[in-house]
């Protein structure tokens, strides 16, 4: 069973070692998990979801080299 905690902005921040700019050009390109509403103010994101996106990220040495 998947854990339902949410991380707002500050623990996403810490865990991605993204900036806020980053993330949300990321999730607007669809290649960041999606925010959940948590009231009329706030919102966050699912643990498991960063956990996944964490773990299939392309990393700086993943991408071809120029020549």
């Known amino acids: ?6 991380l707002r902005l500050p623990a ?20 960041f998990p999606k925010r959940v509403r948590l009231g009329e103010n706030s ?6 979801e960063l ?4 773990a299939n990220r392309p990393r700086v040495s993943d991408t071809p080299k120029a020549a």
């Not at 919102?43 to 498991?48: P, S």
């Open 1 to 6: 069973m998947q854990s339902k905690t949410v």
């Open 12 to 31: 996403v921040l810490a865990k991605t070692s993204l900036s806020r700019s980053t993330i949300y050009r990321l999730e607007s390109e669809g290649r």
């Open 43 to 48: 919102t966050g994101w699912y643990e498991h």
């Open 51 to 54: 956990d996944e996106y964490l």
